[in-house]
């Protein structure tokens, strides 16, 4: 598979019709690739269509052998009247709570409905970042989180994670730039 | 009033059928209520009933028209997933209508109606008795088996997905365990003390439990309690089981102040 995780190539992908794409990319261990582009190119669809949740239309996506796919989608549910702990919820990933930042590891006691929002979504987005997975699918990581929690993502991205690949869906140029080994500019072309 | 019953031989094997299905039937509800789909627990119930009334007017055992039933509830709840809420409401008017016709039009299923509809614990026998003592041995290992993928379909819907497997036949499985204990309790003890068996401890137990695992423990707890004291109230008024069991919970969670946006 010349070594890389996950490559695209002529990626047309969308529900009922095609929405987004063509996109093309290769992508290897210890490389961070960011989709950017304005709100509306379908991103998050061509994201989606990476691990199969979405149809494909046009292209191919090849996977190397018994890839292990982490996906961190947007929004979540209504969690008020679920009873369930932030060390329950990562334990469902098989996430680690090595590394967790000081201001949420001595929380992970607390029912998940007692989490501020900015909390919540980085304890999300943790379940997807320190779960056993060759690849990472971030879908907008910094929505909802507050300065601290994007302060200690990029600083996390930022170290070398030699063994795995991510690939991160953001609207944020900034953030983009600053984790990013490379960019793949989404909805410069029309869907073929 | 006489409480002198409750010691009576005559009502051990009912109490006890009773008292494994009361820790049961909550834990169901704990993951029917984290899918958001505690209504099907009562589409499960009435179907049950229908297929215990239309078993003893075939002449075939209840529990096994129940359970038979219950199955066909769960195939059809897997089939029409996509409706939802919609697909319990329509088996539940059927159920109800077809019951309530053959009550009306079969003096054999007439008491059996009472028995199902009213709630009467105290007809049940050893057979009722065994197979509540399977239910939980098969059951509750199964569920804790499922709770992981259960929970995971809830709030990481992608991800056995995205990592290439398919989580559907054990949401199937669940939804055909949760069909079983909920048409074994309809036969024991009624379709709405069985309800609110699946419905009332959950609710309590999201609101006070302190995580997923205690909340399991706070609502089994909850469910033998209840059904104790109902029990014990039933049989010292001698009043009929159903109704006490689903007006003592009712009672229970005003008294507990459960928010109205929280059930």
Redesign the interface.
């Known amino acids: 598979m010349d070594g890389f995780l996950i490559r695209a190539r002529g990626l047309v992908a969308g529900y009922a019709a095609p929405v987004a794409g063509p996109l093309d990319f290769e992508l290897r261990r210890g490389e961070i690739l960011g989709l950017a582009g304005p709100n509306g190119a379908g991103k998050s669809t061509l994201l989606k269509a990476l691990w199969g949740g979405v149809r494909v239309f046009g292209g191919t996506v090849e996977k190397a052998p018994g890839l292990a796919i982490s996906h961190q989608a947007q929004g979540f549910d209504d969690l008020r009247g679920i009873p369930l702990t932030g060390r329950e919820l990562l334990r469902l990933t098989g996430a680690t709570t090595d590394g967790l930042p000081a201001w949420l590891s001595g929380r992970l006691d607390e029912r998940l409905d007692r989490l501020s929002g900015g909390q919540l979504q980085f304890l999300r987005l943790w379940a997807c970042l320190a779960a056993p997975a060759d690849l990472i699918l971030l879908d907008e990581p910094t929505n909802n989180l507050d300065k601290a929690g994007v302060a200690f993502l990029s600083d996390w991205l930022g170290h070398a994670h030699a063994a795995q690949g991510i690939v991160i869906v953001s609207h944020d140029h900034s953030f983009i730039d600053q984790v990013c080994t490379r960019v793949v500019n989404v909805g410069e072309e029309s869907p073929a | 009033m006489s409480f002198d019953l409750l010691f009576d031989p005559l009502f051990r094997v009912p109490f006890f059928t009773g008292l494994l299905l009361a820790g049961l039937l909550p834990l169901v509800g704990m993951y029917l209520?984290?899918r958001d789909e505690w209504l099907a627990a009562l589409a499960f119930a009435q179907m049950a009933s229908a297929g215990a009334l239309l078993a003893m007017v075939a002449d075939w055992p209840m529990i096994a028209g129940g359970l038979l039933a219950a199955v066909v509830a769960a195939l059809v709840k897997g089939v029409a997933a996509r409706a939802g809420a919609g697909a319990y409401v329509l088996m539940m008017l059927l159920a109800w209508g077809a019951g309530v016709l053959l009550v009306a039009n079969h003096p054999l299923a007439e008491q059996a109606g009472h028995a199902l509809f009213d709630g009467q614990l105290y007809f049940t026998g050893e057979g009722h008795l065994v197979a509540a003592a399977l239910a939980v041995a098969v059951i509750v290992p199964l569920l804790a088996w499922l709770s992981?993928p259960l929970?995971?379909a809830?709030?990481?819907?992608?991800?056995y997905?995205?990592?290439?497997r398919n989580e559907r036949p054990r949401l199937m499985l669940f939804d055909l365990l949760a069909s079983l204990a909920v048409a074994l309790a309809t036969v024991s003890l009624g379709v709405m003390a069985a309800f609110a068996l699946v419905f009332v401890p959950p609710l309590l137990?999201?609101?006070f439990?302190?995580?997923?695992?205690?909340?399991l423990v706070l609502s089994a707890v909850i469910g033998m309690a209840g059904y104790c004291v109902a029990f014990a109230v039933s049989l010292g008024f001698d009043q009929p089981f159903g109704p006490v069991c689903a007006v003592l919970f009712v009672v229970l969670v005003l008294v507990m102040g459960v928010k109205s946006?929280?059930m």
């Open positions: 209520r984290l992981r929970l995971l809830r709030f990481f819907p992608e991800f997905r995205a990592r290439g137990a999201c609101r439990g302190r995580g997923w695992r205690s909340g946006d929280r």
